[in-house]
C-alpha cells in the first residue's frame, strides 16, 4: 500500500481533517491509544499539550495508508502495516489514533503517533521516515502479492501526473480532472519545439499563452481561469525561459480575458451554460444512488453494532459467572483453579473479539465492493463529462479562430465597379465551316 507521511503540528486541524464526513462517506475511529479522552480531537490537544513542555513544534506524526484501488484488505492487515511501521520509526509505544476513510468504493487509514518521550519530555527523532516507509511500502506488495507501482521499482519512474493540493482546487473549479489538464499541458508541451508550435498546440485545445505576473508565462482558458505553464506541463521554469525567450512579446492575462469576453456571443455562452446544465442532470440520478447507498451502508453498520454490542455483554456476564466467589473462591485460588478460569476467559475474550472484527470486515469488504460497482458508474459519467468540456474547450478555440481571421480579411467588395454592364453573349448556334 502507499504510505505517505509527515511531521506536523496543528492538533486542531489535523482533528477535523480527520473527522470530516462531508468529504467522507464514512469515517470510522478504530483506536485511540495511550490517551485520557476517547474523542479523537481532545485525544490530540492532549499531545499538544504536552508537547508545551518542549521546544518541538512538530509534535506529531501524521501517516495514510492506502491500498490498491480493487484489494480486499482486512482491518487486521492495517493493523499489521501500522504496527510495523511503528517499530521501523522508533514509535512502539507511543500513544496513537487510527482512523479508517471511505470513498468512492475505496477504504484507506491514517494514523497520528505523538512524537514526545514523556519519561525524558524530548521529541523522537524520525531520520529518513521517507525511505522507511517506501521500504515498508515495497514489501507490503510483496508479502500481498499486489501489483507493484512503478514509483516504489524506481523513484525516477514515479508518476508524472502528480499534482498539488493547490493544483486540484484549480481543476476542481473549472468542471476537469487534474489530471487531463495535467495530461494535456505535457502532450502540447512535447509536441511542439517552438513558442508558435505550443502557443498554437494549447490554443486548439482552448488555451491561449499570455504573460504573468509573477508566474512567467502562463495559459488562459475561456472561462478566464490562470494556470502556470511550467507547473501543469510538468517542466522548470528554466525550460519555458529557453522555449519562450521573449515573454514580454506575448498578451497580458488582462488583455486574453479582455479579447476573450469580446469574442463571446450570446449564443456561446448559452450553449456552454447549456453542456453544464446537462452534465449536472445527468449526475443527479448517480447521486441520489450514491446518497442511498451509503445511508443503507450505515444503516446495516449500526445494526451489526448493536447486535455484537449485546452479544458481547452476554458473554461477558457469562464468563464473570464462571469465577467462584466467597470460600469457594478463596479455595480455586489456592488450587489454581482461578488462573485457569481466568486464563480461559481471557482467551475467550479475545476470540470473541476476532470474531466481531471479522464480521465487520465482511460486512464493510461487501458494502465496499457494492459501493465501487456504483463508482464505476460514476466515473464513466465523469469521463463523458470531461469529454465534452474539452470538446467545448476546442470548438471555442476554433470559433475564436474564425473571428479573428473574419476580422483580419479585408473586405473583397470594396471598389468593385456595380455600374460595368455584362459582356453580351450570343447564344445562337454556330454554323460549322465547310
Not at 498539488?164 to 480532472?177: G, H
Not at 450570446?266 to 446518497?291: G, H, N, P, Q
Not at 455483554?313 to 480455586?332: D, F, Q, S
Request: glycine letters at 6%.
Amino acid at each position: 500500500m502507499i504510505l505517505k507521511g509527515n511531521q506536523r503540528g496543528g492538533a486542531a486541524n489535523l482533528a477535523r481533517h480527520l473527522l470530516r464526513r462531508d468529504q467522507n462517506e464514512h469515517v470510522t475511529v478504530h483506536e485511540l491509544r495511550g490517551f485520557a479522552s476517547d474523542d479523537v480531537m481532545q485525544a490530540l490537544r492532549e499531545i499538544e499539550a504536552v508537547s508545551k513542555g518542549t521546544r518541538c513544534r512538530q509534535y506529531l506524526f501524521s501517516l495514510s495508508l492506502n491500498p490498491p484501488e480493487a484489494e480486499p484488505v482486512s482491518t487486521q492487515a492495517f493493523e499489521a502495516a501500522i504496527t510495523e511501521i511503528e517499530g521501523k520509526l522508533g514509535l512502539k509505544g507511543q500513544p496513537r489514533a487510527v482512523i479508517f476513510h471511505e470513498k468512492e468504493g475505496r477504504r484507506h487509514a491514517h494514523c497520528v503517533w505523538s512524537r514526545i518521550d514523556t519519561n525524558r519530555m524530548t521529541a523522537i527523532n524520525l531520520p529518513f521516515y521517507k525511505r522507511k516507509l517506501s521500504e515498508v511500502a515495497r514489501d507490503l506488495y510483496l508479502e500481498h502479492g499486489w501489483q507493484m507501482p512503478r514509483g516504489l521499482h524506481d523513484p525516477a519512474l514515479r508518476d508524472p501526473l502528480n499534482f498539488s493540493r493547490a493544483e486540484w482546487q484549480q481543476a476542481k473549479r473549472t468542471k476537469l480532472d487534474p489530471r487531463e489538464l495535467r495530461a494535456l499541458f505535457k502532450e502540447c508541451w512535447e509536441r511542439s519545439d517552438t513558442a508558435p508550435a505550443l502557443g498554437t498546440a494549447l490554443q486548439e485545445r482552448g488555451f491561449w499563452l499570455a504573460r504573468g505576473d509573477r508566474r512567467g508565462v502562463v495559459a488562459v482558458d475561456y472561462r478566464g481561469e490562470v494556470y502556470a505553464l511550467a507547473r501543469w506541463s510538468g517542466v522548470r521554469a528554466k525550460d519555458v525561459k529557453e522555449r519562450i525567450a521573449n515573454p514580454d512579446a506575448l498578451p497580458s492575462v488582462d488583455q486574453i480575458k479582455d479579447r476573450l469576453a469580446g469574442r463571446m456571443t450570446t449564443a456561446l455562452l448559452k450553449f456552454i451554460k447549456e453542456v453544464d446544465a446537462d452534465a449536472r442532470k445527468r449526475s443527479a440520478s448517480l447521486e441520489f444512488r450514491r446518497s442511498e447507498l451509503s445511508g443503507r451502508h450505515r444503516e446495516e453498520r449500526a445494526q451489526l453494532n448493536q447486535h455484537q454490542q449485546k452479544r458481547w455483554v452476554a458473554e461477558t456476564n457469562e464468563r464473570a459467572a464462571r469465577l467462584p466467589k466467597g470460600m469457594k473462591g478463596i479455595w480455586h485460588r489456592i488450587t489454581g483453579r482461578y488462573a485457569e478460569i481466568r486464563q480461559l476467559n481471557e482467551s475467550e475474550t479475545w476470540q470473541a473479539h476476532l470474531r466481531d472484527q471479522t464480521e465487520k470486515d465482511a460486512l464493510i469488504l461487501e458494502q465496499v465492493e457494492e459501493r465501487r460497482a456504483l463508482q464505476l458508474e460514476i466515473k464513466a459519467q465523469r469521463d463523458h463529462q470531461q469529454a465534452e468540456l474539452m470538446q467545448l474547450r476546442a470548438d471555442v478555440a476554433r470559433y475564436q479562430d474564425m473571428q479573428e481571421r473574419k476580422d483580419a480579411s479585408p473586405s473583397r467588395d470594396k471598389g468593385r465597379d456595380h455600374d460595368r454592364s455584362p459582356k453580351r453573349t450570343n447564344n445562337r448556334p454556330r454554323t460549322p465551316k465547310p
